[in-house]
């Protein structure tokens, strides 16, 4: 397992404020409320740890399968359905949403190889990620990845406490599949928007992980 480089600048701060906070806890608390000073302490060291388990990349097998489309991302299905035309595309698709916990890996992968043909920032608002119009009114960051197959748009929407989504795709980049195109910090969801004759291979309720879960077939 190794750490996200988009965790060092947090993870580092957490250790110093933490650090701080035990040199003030064991130098002044400590002398005459022992089992307090303990206590904070092992509360600053499980706030710490936390912290850098927001950070984690697990080592994994990647699901490589040109008839497979994979989940993007750790986290629960919480949406399948049929939605309107929306911002890209002008014909029906079937949305498949997977919502990210804060205790989820939170690394987001291409569901399919390809090449990206769009790629478009919206600023919103910041509702709760499993709010029915999170997927239209907060801020999100809008990607279509396209091959031989067809094309998927993907949505990294930012929820009530994930308040940066990154971004590493832009246009006319290719990816492998499960190849990293993005991180959102602290949770909230991805959607995935694909063509109605998509072969949907999961369930409301199903937990994912991304990479490795196939969510639906060509």
């Not at 987001?108 to 043909?117: L, T």
């Not at 990154?166 to 006319?172: E, K, L």
């Not at 969801?189 to 879960?213: N, Q, Y």
């Amino acid at each position: 397992m190794t750490i996200h480089k988009e965790g060092t600048a947090t993870i580092s701060l957490t250790a110093l404020v933490v650090g701080v906070l035990n040199i003030i806890n064991f130098s002044y608390v400590y002398p005459s409320y022992a089992w307090i000073s303990w206590v904070l302490f092992m509360l600053t060291v499980g706030l710490f740890l936390f912290i850098v388990s927001f950070f984690r990349m697990p080592s994994r097998n990647w699901t490589i399968d040109n008839s497979a489309i994979v989940s993007p991302a750790d986290g629960k299905v919480v949406v399948i359905e049929e939605v309107e035309p929306d911002e890209y595309y002008q014909e029906k698709r079937i949305q498949i949403s997977v919502f990210m916990s804060p205790a989820n890996v939170h690394v987001n992968r291409v569901p399919v190889a390809g090449k990206i043909i769009y790629n478009k920032y919206h600023p919103g608002k910041f509702l709760v990620a499993w709010h029915p119009k999170s997927s239209t009114d907060n801020e999100r960051w809008s990607v279509v990845i396209e091959n031989e197959k067809g094309t998927i748009l993907l949505k990294q929407i930012a929820g009530a406490l994930a308040r940066r989504i990154c971004n590493y795709a832009s246009v006319d980049t290719k990816f492998d599949q499960c190849g990293e195109y993005g991180f959102i910090k602290f949770g909230s969801r991805v959607d995935l928007l694909l063509p109605l004759s998509a072969k949907i291979d999961c369930k409301i309720g199903d937990v994912v992980k991304g990479g490795i879960t196939v969510l639906a077939k060509w």
